[in-house]
């Protein structure tokens, strides 16, 4: 190779170089949008070549009709639903923050309330969704109680060990430098613990939905939960389907603004 051919594939190496994340983006995106539109695809066609019957599985195409005609009636149990989830998603996760902050600087309070905590954790949230119908009555609070539950201890766990992921030799450095111990948990514990909140803050995102669905299905007239039973005893398996796909959205919407914040705050 001359030099000026060396030259010349040197020049060229940065403008490979920025094709490239937008070509990942792209990717990315295609990569799952194709594959659901494919099994929309096979789902349609295996449904209307075997004949399933609509109340068993409806076809893509009814279940999209159903989104257009009924699209009043799924808002109408879509808002209480995103309120009682998103609720639940804050309250559960920043008492499980506040405690695990209490549970790092006091050993003996970790000691007493964390094996309360495992246990609580341990009942089936289908076991004590009942009870907590009983004791708030079946308004908001019992669905916005239960949905805090769900997200509470995995936000717990997470929090403890990243707020005790800092290295002892750091610790011993800050006390050499006479830090307080607000200046350690703002300035190095909080900082490292960051990446552990969000990866617990994902899954609550997700299970906090089901703990509001759970709610309703215990005692409700209103919901999504609500409407996911009305429609599966009157056998209106479209209705069913699209009030299922609505639930996922609203858990992908949560998930991907918790995804979203954690790309503006832990950018290291």
């Not at 006091?106 to 954790?121: C, G, Q, R």
């Not at 610790?171 to 300035?187: G, Y």
Request: a neutral charge.
């Amino acid at each position: 190779m001359t030099i000026v051919e060396a030259d010349s594939a040197k020049a060229d190496e940065p403008e490979a170089d920025s094709k490239k994340p937008s070509s990942d983006r792209f990717n990315n995106i295609a990569i799952p949008v194709g594959t659901a539109i494919a099994l929309l695809v096979i789902w349609q066609a295996g449904v209307r070549i075997f004949g399933v019957p609509q109340y068993i599985a409806p076809a893509p195409t009814d279940v999209m009709g159903v989104f257009a005609s009924e699209f009043p009636l799924l808002m109408r149990n879509f808002w209480p639903t995103f309120i009682e989830a998103l609720t639940g998603f804050f309250v559960g996760n920043m008492l499980a923050v506040l405690i695990a902050v209490a549970f790092v600087h006091s050993k003996f309070v970790e000691k007493a309330f964390f094996p309360i905590a495992v246990f609580i954790n341990t009942i089936p949230i289908l076991a004590i969704a009942p009870i907590l119908v009983l004791i708030f009555g079946p308004g908001m609070t019992a669905k916005v109680v239960i949905a805090a539950l769900i997200c509470f201890f995995p936000t717990l766990v997470n929090m403890v060990r990243g707020l005790q992921s800092v290295s002892p030799q750091t610790l011993e450095l800050a006390r050499i430098l006479s830090a307080s111990k607000s200046e350690i948990f703002w300035k190095i514990r909080l900082p490292s613990s960051l990446p552990f909140l969000f990866s617990a803050l994902k899954i609550a995102a997700t299970t906090c939905v089901i703990g509001a669905i759970v709610g309703e299905w215990i005692g409700a007239n209103v919901g999504l939960g609500a409407l996911i039973i009305e429609s599966t005893f009157n056998f209106r398996s479209p209705l069913l389907y699209a009030t299922v796909f609505m639930s996922s959205g609203l858990s992908v919407l949560l998930f991907a603004s918790v995804s979203i914040a954690e790309r503006l705050i832990v950018r290291w």
